[in-house]
């Protein structure tokens, strides 16, 4: 993705809040409010999208639940992309909830097709030997 630099002006309040964040997290201010700033764009053109803190990063999630849109839509692919099979599949979601991330991936397929193949990448062997613990006696080496 290009960037354009630009200088914005921004209350103190946030900017010290960024300063925590970024120092609690490892990050520099600039590529934290970036991030920030494109997460709150997405959450603005999808409203009932929220992003989640993770072991595999950040990631878009349906506001209210522990789902991340990547999750939905595997599942939407999976039963031939039919509306009426995924709100089968989730009934517990509200149409909004449903709609909300179908919108995120029509807008951000790329984000979310790469982070399915990421997932559909993993095999027990990356497992165990990323966690060598979870592998069971017979599997360890």
């Known amino acids: ?12 309040e946030a900017v010290k809040e960024i300063e925590t964040l970024a120092s ?11 991030d920030l700033l494109i997460e709150a764009v997405k959450m603005r053109r999808c409203p009932g999208i929220t992003f989640a ?17 990547w999750e939905l839509i595997a599942t939407f692919k999976g039963l031939g ?3 009426e099979e995924i709100k089968k599949a989730y009934h517990w979601l509200s149409e ?13 397929p790329k984000e979310i097709d790469e982070r399915i193949t990421r997932n559909e ?9 990323r966690f060598p613990f979870l592998a069971r006696p017979a599997e360890r080496k």
Do not use: C, H, W
């Not at 909004?96 to 951000?108: E, G, T, V």
């Open 1 to 12: 993705m290009s960037s354009v630099q630009k200088s914005i002006r921004l209350p103190e």
């Open 24 to 34: 609690n997290t490892g990050k520099d201010f600039s590529g934290l409010a970036r």
């Open 53 to 69: 803190e993770g072991s595999a990063g950040r990631r878009a999630r349906i506001a209210g639940t522990g789902i991340d849109v």
């Open 81 to 83: 992309e039919s509306y």
């Open 96 to 108: 909004q909830q449903l709609r909300s991330a179908l919108s995120y991936y029509a807008l951000y």
């Open 121 to 129: 990448e993993i095999t027990q062997e990356k497992i165990v030997k």
